[in-house]
């Protein structure tokens, strides 16, 4: 019949000439997608495959923003190349096979300190945070550290922030890492920031690091 002379792949039209072809029809698609699949093109064929959705991202999260005074953590002072710890008491880590080391906090909250965390090999981006407060005006940078090598650009907040860098007040970089890392927040400079003890909590409340492994 005339109505059949036409088809897509092995969809035939109806009664009425119209053609509902599936997927499958395509000669250039191999297997049925699932539910939540892509097709990914490769060796002249398009493939079903399944991608990790955003609730399986591995990523870690420290830094919530409780109130814990900065004397209660093992720093004793603020300045250029001192650790910048990040306080958490339910601090997220779910990249496989990376660790923290930290120091549970002197305080009240019961959190830890964290001082440093190592990554395995892999593709990330990272961002980390910071906003102390001041005896007068001035300004404070920091950044994410692989040793001695900044791995991120630097953060600077202040009133004069403008006068150490014309970057941004967040520390960001997305890196690849050829194998086991240690990377550390540290302070980078600083002008007229306050003492460990009359931080107070701005610290913990305002420092956050968050690790996305990509790939």
């Known amino acids: 019949m005339s109505h059949n002379r036409i088809k897509v792949g092995t969809a035939e039209p109806n ?23 892509i097709l990914q093109y490769a060796s002249g064929s398009w493939t079903p495959q399944t991608i990790a959705s955003s609730s399986s991202i591995s990523y870690l999260f420290w830094g919530h923003g409780e109130a814990e ?8 002072t ?9 306080y958490d008491s339910t601090g997220i880590n779910t990249i496989q096979g990376a660790t923290v080391s930290s120091t ?28 102390p407060t001041f005896s007068a005006s001035g300004y404070f940078a920091f950044a994410l550290y692989d040793g001695t090598t900044k791995v991120t650009a630097s953060g600077t907040v202040g009133a004069l922030s ?27 400079a600083d002008s007229n920031v306050n003492t460990v003890t009359n931080l107070l909590t701005a610290i913990s409340e305002s420092t956050t690091l968050v690790i996305e492994k990509l790939a």
Not at 19 to 33: E, L
């Open 15 to 37: 009664a009425l000439g119209v053609i509902s072809p599936s997927i499958t029809d395509c000669g250039d698609v191999s297997g049925t997608p699932a539910d939540g699949q």
């Open 69 to 76: 005074n900065y004397d209660e953590s093992p720093a004793t």
């Open 104 to 131: 549970t906090s002197t305080g009240t909250g019961g959190g830890e300190w964290l001082e440093s965390v190592t990554l395995p090999a892999g593709n990330y981006r990272v961002s980390l945070t910071c906003l």
């Open 162 to 188: 403008t006068t150490y860098s014309s970057g941004g007040a967040v520390a960001v970089s997305a890196f690849t890492l050829a194998s086991s890392t240690t990377l550390t927040p540290r302070v980078v």
């Open 78 to 86: 603020i300045s250029a190349g001192d650790v910048l710890y990040v």
